[in-house]
């Protein structure tokens, strides 16, 4: 079994800063991606930021400059610091991994259960 485990949400005010973690563990033999959607009321889930094994990291336009994803592969974890948070941030945010379970067998995108983050004053 994998677990895709996300912690660290909560309310924050516009123009603070909070940090996600999001950590994988159980049955892996090597994980590749590893990245962030949100999906705020009545929208569609959508992209934030992933990051290769290698530590190659993508945003989409709408955080770029103001979010950073990182990664350790020794804790199968990943962060997204998250600065200048506005009320368009409000989400719940989920973290996706994708992990292969045994060698030469394709990898699978396994998903967090989601942490909520609301931005208000």
């Known amino acids: 079994q994998v677990q895709v485990v996300e912690s660290g949400g909560g309310l924050v005010q516009p123009g603070g800063s909070l940090t996600l973690s999001c950590a994988a563990s159980?049955?892996?033999?090597?994980?590749?991606?590893m990245g962030w959607f949100r999906q705020a009321p009545a929208k569609q889930r959508k992209m934030v930021a992933g990051i290769s094994s290698g530590g190659s990291a993508s945003y989409m336009d709408f955080v770029k400059g103001r979010f950073t994803i990182s990664r350790d592969n020794a804790k199968n974890t990943i962060y997204l610091q998250m600065n200048s948070l506005n009320d368009d941030d409000t989400a719940i945010y989920y973290c996706?991994?994708?992990?292969?379970?045994?060698?030469?067998?394709?990898?699978?995108?396994?998903w967090g259960q989601g942490t909520q983050v609301t931005v208000s004053s």
């Open positions: 159980g049955n892996i033999f090597s994980i590749a991606a």
């Open positions: 996706y991994a994708d992990i292969v379970v045994a060698d030469e067998t394709p990898a699978s995108r396994y």
